[in-house]
């Protein structure tokens, strides 16, 4: 079977994906004022690329191992229910999370950026990275974007998701057939 087709039959059965927030959402970077409070930047291209994965049908997830009022608002912002924070083990929240949705390993997609993703990585049906991930995943992981975390990594997985699921035509039609 050619690596696409190995990514194809992976990506088919897609019911969830859950995402890591620092360094897949973000840039990574967080940003502390000196009144405490702490900031971050996502891109909307990526929110959009979600929304659109959201009307596709999948269930979408966060899952990260800070805990930030940042976070819970973005979520908010996105509709996105589940929201896991404050993680440090990852592999019992994805656990969680597979158990309240009721779905396989096979069913998930997981995308992280940092070695504390890996026990999740090598469980879930499709396992991505970003980009400039710290390069010890690359072994545990499917796929890889072009695109940094926080600059449109999200968005190019949603596509790659939508295009192989067959969905890509169907949303795009939304905003060619104005």
């Known amino acids: 079977m050619s690596p696409v087709a190995e990514i194809s039959a992976k990506i088919m059965p897609l019911k969830a994906l859950i995402m890591d927030v620092d360094g897949v959402l973000t840039d990574g970077r967080v940003i502390i004022d000196s009144n405490g409070i702490e900031s971050k930047q996502f891109d909307v ?14 269930t979408l997830a966060f899952l990260t191992g800070r805990r930030s009022p940042v976070v819970s608002k ?10 896991f924070q404050r993680c440090h083990d990852k592999l019992a929240a994805y656990n969680q999370i597979k158990q309240r949705l009721k779905l396989e390993d096979c069913e998930i997609a997981y ?33 890889q974007s072009t695109r940094p975390g926080g600059r449109g990594a999200v968005r190019e997985l949603s596509r790659l998701i939508m295009q192989t699921q067959g969905t890509w035509d169907k949303a795009m039609a939304r905003y060619l057939d104005r």
């Open 74 to 83: 973005r979520a908010a912002e996105l509709g996105i229910e589940i929201v």
């Open 111 to 143: 995308v992280g950026d940092d070695v504390i993703d890996i026990p999740v990585l090598r469980r879930v049906g499709f396992a991505a990275t970003v980009a400039d991930a710290d390069p010890e995943l690359k072994v545990h992981v499917d796929w």
């Open 45 to 58: 291209r990526d929110g959009h690329g979600l929304k659109m994965l959201q009307r596709s049908g999948l």
